[in-house]
């Protein structure tokens, strides 16, 4: 499998339920980001990781638990959301978090409904 | 104030017109960069291409052609004789120094091309 790929494609869970997203890619990246994409909203940066090591967090709610073991996986760790969480979550990497130089590659993104 | 603005929020054409999606943006630093991605319905964004502020030509590639003019801080993108699979959400995006060290990769709210055939 190439490129950046994210499970699960879609999700819908309870306010009180604990999910994960994961993210992996492919690509020989050291750096890996979340976003949110809500509707009529531009895309968040919620989560930048470099080598493992969580650079920016952008005032993200702790509700929102990020989790990067290596450089190729990324998790996002969802527990007690609330309706305004839906979105669609979107996974990047690049070769160096630093975008002045570099390009970010996204995956498919995981459809996140809370009930 | 937007960092980065699309004033088009939809364009509906018809196969085989040439459209024109606008991007203007707003930044203190003198070395940044500029992206234009491509989401399809399925929802992954494609990256289409990155231009650095130090480079003012203009590119091609096929029937995609982009425009940087730095005088007036906008980086549209043309697709010439358009096809129905060009339909998709457009964002443009702008990558300066956040702090420090940080860099932030800003996007644009994204402009919906409908392309009828």
């Known amino acids: 499998e190439t490129g950046v790929t994210q499970t699960p494609r879609h999700l819908v869970m309870g306010m009180t339920n604990k999910k994960s997203l994961k993210c992996e890619q492919h690509?020989?990246?050291?750096?890996m980001y979340w976003y949110k994409q809500s509707a009529k909203k531009p895309l968040e940066l919620m989560f930048v990781?470099?080598?493992?090591?969580?650079?920016e967090n952008n005032s993200v709610p702790s509700r929102f638990s990020p989790e990067c073991p290596n450089s190729s996986h990324l998790f996002l760790h969802l527990h007690t959301l609330q309706p305004e969480d839906s979105a669609l979550y979107l996974c990047?990497?690049?070769?160096?978090?630093?975008?002045?130089?570099?390009?970010?590659?996204f995956g498919p993104g995981t459809r996140l409904t809370v009930l | 104030a937007q960092k980065v603005t699309q004033a088009q929020t939809e364009i509906s054409v018809v196969e085989k017109e040439d459209v024109t999606l606008d991007c203007v943006y707003e930044?203190?630093?003198?070395?940044?960069?500029l992206f234009w991605y491509k989401q399809p319905p399925s929802g992954e964004l494609v990256f289409l291409i990155r231009?650095?502020?130090?480079?003012?030509q203009n590119e091609i590639s096929g029937r995609y052609s982009w425009n940087f003019q730095k005088s007036t801080s906008s980086f549209n993108f043309t697709i010439t004789a358009s096809q129905v699979v060009d339909s998709a959400v457009y964002f443009c995006?702008?990558?300066?120094?956040?702090?420090?060290?940080?860099?932030?990769?800003?996007f644009g709210k994204g402009t919906l091309l409908t392309v009828n055939p």
């Open positions: 990781y470099n080598f493992k090591e969580q650079t």
């Open positions: 995006a702008l990558s300066e120094r956040s702090g420090g060290s940080n860099y932030k990769l800003t």
């Open positions: 231009r650095n502020s130090f480079d003012e």
């Open positions: 690509l020989g990246h050291n750096a």
């Open positions: 930044t203190r630093d003198t070395t940044y960069y």
């Open positions: 990047a990497s690049s070769q160096e978090p630093d975008p002045i130089t570099d390009t970010q590659y």
